[in-house]
């Protein structure tokens, strides 16, 4: 009696499949080995994510000021919801706009 686990070799056949899956998941994040993008600010290299975020951080505190002028704030509620979405779509906007090659 065979079993439908093992090859003619006596290996198993999961073994034999899992060796090129292996050999893919591993090279896989070689695929995008580059340098960082980097901004060099006063001789050190700070990441464009940073600059993004704070673009992002100080976008979102205009648009609470100018809706704290406005008496709009409540426009925006949840605020711990809100402001973070916020900020992270300037960023987004910010690094589509200034940053992507």
Known sequence: ???????????????????????????????????????VLFGAGFPDWLFCMAGGVIATVAVHLSLAANKRVAVLEPLPLSYPAL?????????????HQ
């Not at 065979?2 to 003619?8: A, G, I, S, V, Y």
């Not at 999961?14 to 896989?28: D, E, I, V």
């Not at 900020?87 to 940053?99: D, G, K, N, R, Y």
């Open 1 to 39: 009696m065979t079993c439908p686990e093992r090859d003619r070799r006596g290996g198993s056949r999961r073994a034999h499949l899992f060796g090129p899956a292996a050999l893919l998941l591993a090279a896989l994040p070689l695929a995008g080995c580059r340098m960082a993008p980097s901004i």
């Open 87 to 99: 900020t992270a779509i300037f960023a987004v906007l910010i690094w589509l706009l200034v940053f």
